[in-house]
């Protein structure tokens, strides 16, 4: 990393009606360097990174992008200029192949005799994964691809560019650990070719591991810059916050009771095989292993929303017959999904909408069929005001919240169906550090209150955290069992990644 500054954005203010996004904030990016941009969910990272692609124009303030003052009209006029962006939530055209995605809007430059060639962009794309040693076929179909893979293809798009500054929003959000060590690799060498990354990330060691420094802002303003060597974790946690926050996991130690769910002999070919497990009341089970492993796919099953070749569910020791969601939710269980944005939430509906719409059938009127108003709003009310959800009002967007108070939501959309089972699938992805504590705390006091609650998870300190009991699946399998207490990482990693075959320990 040089002393020379690729860009300066000084004395940034947004405002929105009644809102002032950004304040008068600060950001400067060093060539060659790896510079973290951090915050709350509100904070105005993104907000300051809209401004900086010409998506918003500024208010007030300076942008100086190679010494010179710059005013982007568009993020296409942002890329023109060397400045690219991975967004966190895909933006890929699922319909399409991986080369088509990666060329669209510039196809002319895989031409040959001014006929656009099917097999020269194939090859170009394979030169593009080669270089960044990603493994996937540049003729598949994205629709095919696993979120995980779709982030990479997103990865080589922006490379493809050869831009000068690539920002990456929340790039391991859907990564499992060994993707994520590619993906670092990327990064030093992108870091090594002179690129200047702006990193934004909730993963707080992550921040420590890849990046040289890092800009903390809080509330629309800045906060301050730092030397990533310079700081411990919890400095910068304050910092990010404005107050400790003593106790990252904040688990309850819940009365564990009875066997609630019981999974025997799930199959579906090629997905997964031999899935056996029990959830017991006031308990948290906690599934991990690695992105792609078919945790995901195993409790979409469960939940009727994918197929299964065979497989029984008891639910206090009777068996229930599970075709399809409603099947599910009839029988209480409920699934918060790991996508917020293509499977959670309906962007183009208000928070009160997204909250109450999988529980109408309770709020009509008896024989009419008529959702009654009254019953709908104080649901939604006392939804809000347990779950503390941060929003203007009920008719707001849900699109317009943070992923924080988004997340809130669709968990009171599932509390709402009173759920005896409630499976939460990454429950704190792309969540700044207070927010999840908050998310902790409600699934604690959820499994003390006597709900049986399953938590899919990538992350480590997650799972080691909030489970009672874990279980690792590693291709499709469920390969290893403990208890909190027995849980180590390194136990955990090794199972995942297939060093050991047993399902317990000796």
Known sequence: MSEEVILKMEGITKLFPGVRALDKVSLELRKGEVHAVIGENGAGKSTLMKVLLGIYHADEGSITYKGKKVQ?????????????MIHQEISLVPTMDVAENIWLGREKLTMKNGMINR?????????????????????????????????????????????????MDEPTSALANEEIQTLYRIV????????????????????????????????????????????????????????????????????I??????????????????????????????????????????????????????????????????????????????????DRMRSGSIYTMSVKGNTTIASFRNFCSKGLGVINSKKENEAFEKSRHTLEVKCASENQLIKDLSGGNQQKVLIGRWLMTNPRVLIVDEPTRGIDV?????????????????????????????????????LVVRHGKIVYECDRKDATQETLITHAFGAQKTKKDA
Not at 72 to 84: D, Q, R, T, W
Not at 323 to 331: E, P, S, T, Y
């Open 72 to 84: 982007f009209s568009s993020p296409l006029n942002a890329l023109s200029a060397g400045i690219a």
């Open 119 to 167: 097999e020269n962009r194939f090859k170009m794309t394979a030169e593009i994964f080669k270089k960044l040693n990603i493994d996937l076929d540049p003729r598949a179909m994205v629709r095919d691809l696993s979120v995980a893979n779709m982030q990479m293809v997103e990865l080589a798009r922006a490379a493809s560019y050869n831009a000068d500054i690539i920002i």
């Open 188 to 255: 030093h060498d992108l870091q090594a070719a002179g690129k200047s990354i702006i990193f934004i990330s909730h993963k707080l060691e992550e921040i420590f591991d890849i990046c040289d420094r890092v800009s903390i802002y809080r509330d629309g303003h800045y906060v301050d810059t730092r030397n990533c060597n310079e700081l411990t974790q919890e400095e910068l946690v304050t910092m990010i916050v404005g107050r400790e926050i003593t106790q990252q996991f904040p688990k309850q130690e819940s009365k």
């Open 257 to 338: 009771g009875d066997v609630v769910l019981e999974v025997k002999n799930f199959n579906s070919l090629g997905v997964f095989q031999d899935i056996n497990f029990t959830v017991r009341k006031g308990e948290i089970l906690g599934i991990s292993g690695l992105v792609g492993a078919g945790r995901t796919e195993i409790m979409r099953a469960l939940f009727g929303a994918d197929p299964r070749d065979t497989g029984e569910v008891y639910l206090d020791g009777k068996e229930i017959r599970i075709h399809n969601v409603q099947d599910a939710l009839n029988a209480g269980i409920s699934m918060l999904t790991e």
């Open 434 to 470: 207070g927010s999840k504590s908050e998310i902790h705390r409600l699934i604690s006091q959820l499994a003390c209150q006597g709900m049986a609650v399953i938590m899919i998870s990538s992350e480590m300190a997650e799972i080691m955290g909030m489970s009672d009991r874990i």
